[in-house]
């Protein structure tokens, strides 16, 4: 019998499209980043598959985070229309999307955030969903505030929300940031900034765009997220 | 004929505040799934995980990835998906306590198709720009991944105990790490 297995190619990255693993000025890395070389191994089936159906084992919380009914979250209503893709461009349908991110404020709730700004009791700034077939999700938030990073010199995080994406196979496990444009900090933030090249920390920065139709009350941004991985499909027999 | 590749996003750290939510109860157990008990051994996996100062880290994520116990991904690209264990999902998440320990319950994995018994694993935490993977063995043996490390770190990979796998960010006794 002949059975169409979907495999998956996972190529080195070039090295200037992801971040530095020590960066100046950002304390901890210098202390938790490996000395020895990683090491390179033949790629098995053991790293080219991944969790499937994670919604038995975690709970969803949908993408609308910014209120529910009348207990509206404080801040700059936003709309953010978003895509995983695979690096063919195909999308990356069904696959678990965690999002986390600071109140207007700036603050996190976080038994690590310390007080230096305001909670907003109707916002946790957490959502978690799954991608549609065409890899698409949708997120209803407000926009994440800037803090202090505590270390002496001044530096402040710009806006910023997190990613977590699983994606097909172990190896296309992705955690990101996303930016957004024209914010003066982003100039100066390490993280962002620890990505060498100009085009690549350019698609860390979401899209403003028009809004067209619903939701007429929200600033609307596009982004894309590439994950690790070609398609080849192997027959076996 | 092909497209030109899209560039992979580029990685950052998860940083201090990963949601607490997100570490659901009942993820570090993967001998339950919806109620029902998956097959095989029942086991404990733990560990401590320090950084270079030997100083322990909380708050440090650990999610891990494996076969069931007849060796099966349950993932389409295993060609023996349709007898994967359908109580097993193959997939852990556990998060440092204060003292940098992790733990897991999960099922002794078989042997998948040329590989030797393992778990994969991955950390991540505030400090670490890019997601850090390794693999934890039960013995020595003819593992093509194990064999990719050099023989004086490969006792590094394998639980002691029934089943202790510690993991040490960098410094003497550095957990060797994959870059794939």
Redesign the interface.
Known sequence: MLSIAVTTIIQPRDERTQPARIVPGYPQTPWRNPRQPLLRRPPTLSELTGPVGLAQRVGLLGGDIAGHGERQAIGQLIHLRARVLDEDGAPVGGTLVEMWQANAAGRYIHPNDDDHAPPDPNFYGAARLLTDASGCFELRTVKPGAYPVPTRDGWWRPPHVHFSVVGKVWLSRLVTQMYFPGEPLNAQDRLLNAVPDAAARERLVAQHVAPTGDPHNALVFEHQIVLRGRSATAQQQ | M??A??????????????????I?A??NDLTM??GRKAKGEPIEIHGRVV???G?P?E?LLV?I?Q?DAGGV???????REAQADPDF???G?AATDGQGNYRFRTIRPGA????AP?I?F?V??????????T?MFFEDGND??LL??PPS?RSLLIAKNQYEFNIR???KG???????
Not at chain 2, 5 to 22: H, K, N
Not at chain 2, 174 to 180: G, N
Request: some cysteine; aromatic content about 10%.
């Open positions: 092909r497209r590749a899209l560039i992979p996003t580029g990685e950052a750290t998860v940083g201090p505040f990963f949601p607490p939510r997100y659901d009942g993820a799934l919806d950084q270079e100062d100083a880290l708050n999610e990835w076969a991904y349950r993932h389409p690209a295993d060609p999902l193959g997939w998440r998948p198709a040329g590989r393992h994969n991955m991540m935490c505030s400090g670490l720009m890019r997601i850090l993977k693999a093509p991944v990719a490390v770190r960010l960098r410094g550095e957990t060797p790490f994959f870059d794939d």
